[in-house]
């Protein structure tokens, strides 16, 4: 009997989790039309049309914020005030030549990866080398490992080895590092090449990937010591810093500001998910971040549905208890969500409150795995409660939530400036030279991969442009 409870519990909590993280991926209108399917559709669940707060359930004015949750919590004036919004008076997305709509509009970038790489390389690259790139891009797995050979490549456009092996390395050492690598001990391999030019690599960490990878996939760590004439805690090392750094795997990883396969048309987002703005409209140190409802009601179990349940013909009981059960786990699954979220925003406008408030430039290096850790939630977590949200920041520009963990942004912000005010064209090593006098330190490769991310040609081709015009 406790055996039989115990699967059930652990039904019930996995399909609450399963829900619950589906709910999290969702955008507003996403939502919105969720929860109108589930109430066309399940009897036992119906919305009260009020306005009332979704966290602490005060009754609201026709207009407005909640009046408790809009209060500051602390005195201190700089951490933001979170709540969740029901105001219905914002635009609705819903007509494209609605007056509302905000000119600002920001389409998400959804290109492929061999479309995202081609991009940063293609500046780089002769003329005549681009189609064979084209081509080697479209040989990519679903990992971002290269399923054809590079003697393969070099055979079927007919032109010399060493010449495919320029255009490879020039892939491979593309965001994401390794794409590209025959073999995931390669882009391990590559990843380790490149990390070693801006910060320390354990010693021996080349030597485990080459011929340790299996051992250290088993944990067998006293063999490869042994092998590797090092000790074990010298392994450990190795393995750790594989496992936090290195990927090998490379398109699994976060590549670009949204990692998403491209769709038949551009996302366009006209009504963000969250509005930052100032407390009482004023600007101030405090920030007032709105998490959207798509509703302004109540959801509720129907007390009607759930008095009936108990003379129901027996052939239909449990259908009737499915619904119930159904529409109870939506609501909680809702409250979760919302939870969720909340303490999202409240870590992330606290930690990115400069590049809300000042630009890119003050945007601070935040990953996905980062804030799970400090939330303790688990990373897939963050990622569907980012994925596809729109933020609208307080001088009404509409970005993409995922903007806020776009780790190379601020910096490519700086790249840009800098180039808008060269006295000359500046190559690629004056550029990381000129970085590193304001504390940013990154690879020459790096900086060419940013410039190719921001369009921006190389120096002997600026200074070409320069003396055209």
Request: glycine content about 2%; charged content about 20%; some cysteine.
């Amino acid at each position: 009997m406790l055996q039989m409870h115990n699967l059930q519990h652990k039904h019930i909590t996995s399909a609450h989790l399963a829900q619950t993280m589906a709910l999290l991926s969702l955008t507003t209108d996403e939502l919105r039309q969720q929860v109108e399917s589930e109430l066309a559709s399940n009897p036992a669940l119906e919305m009260i049309e009020e306005r009332r707060c979704p966290v602490c359930h005060t009754l609201l004015p026709p207009r407005g914020l909640c009046p408790v949750c809009s209060r500051p919590q602390s005195p201190d004036p700089n951490e933001p005030i979170v709540l969740l919004s029901t105001r219905d008076d914002f635009y609705t997305g819903k007509s494209s030549d609605s007056e509302d709509m905000p000119d600002n509009d920001y389409s998400v970038v959804t290109d492929d990866l061999p479309t995202y790489v081609f991009k940063q390389i293609a500046m780089e690259l002769d003329a005549q080398d681009r189609p064979i790139a084209a081509y080697i891009l479209t040989h990519l797995d679903d990992d971002g490992l290269l399923t054809t050979t590079p003697i393969e490549v070099a055979r079927y456009h007919h032109v010399p080895l060493e010449r495919i092996m320029a255009i490879m390395r020039l892939i491979q050492h593309s965001d994401p590092i390794g794409v590209g690598a025959s073999c995931p001990e390669e882009a391990l391999l590559i990843q380790v090449e490149v990390l070693a030019e801006t910060r320390k690599v354990p010693d021996h960490a080349q030597e485990a990937i080459e011929l340790g990878m299996d051992m250290l996939s088993r944990h067998q760590y006293s063999e490869l010591a042994h092998l590797l004439k090092i000790s074990q805690s010298k392994v450990m090392e190795i393995a750790r810093f594989i496992s936090e750094n290195l990927n090998p795997f490379p398109a699994r990883s976060h590549w670009g500001e949204i990692n998403q396969p491209a769709q038949n048309s551009p996302q366009v987002y006209r009504q963000p998910d969250v509005i930052i703005g100032y407390l009482n409209g004023q600007p101030n140190k405090t920030l007032l971040v709105e998490i959207i409802m798509p509703f302004s009601g109540t959801l509720r179990i129907n007390p009607l549905f759930r008095q009936a349940l108990h003379q129901v013909n027996e052939n239909k009981i449990d259908q009737w208890k499915s619904d119930l059960e159904s529409a109870s786990l939506l609501i909680k699954c809702m409250q979760q969500r919302n939870n969720t979220m909340r303490r999202l925003m409240q870590r992330v406008v606290t930690l990115q409150k400069n590049f809300i408030l000042n630009g890119e430039e003050e945007l601070i290096p935040l990953t996905r795995a980062q804030l799970s850790k400090e939330l303790d939630v688990h990373e897939s977590t963050i990622s569907r409660a980012v994925s596809g949200k729109s933020v609208q920041l307080p001088n009404s520009r509409i970005v993409p939530l995922s903007m806020f963990f776009d780790r190379s942004l601020n910096v490519r912000t700086i790249l840009r400036n800098l180039i808008d005010q060269e006295p000359r064209p500046l190559n690629d090593t004056e550029l990381v030279n000129l970085l590193a006098r304001q504390g940013i330190f990154v690879a020459r490769r790096t900086v060419a991969k940013y410039r190719a991310m921001e369009g921006i040609l190389p120096a002997h081709l600026r200074h070409s442009v320069m003396t055209i015009s």
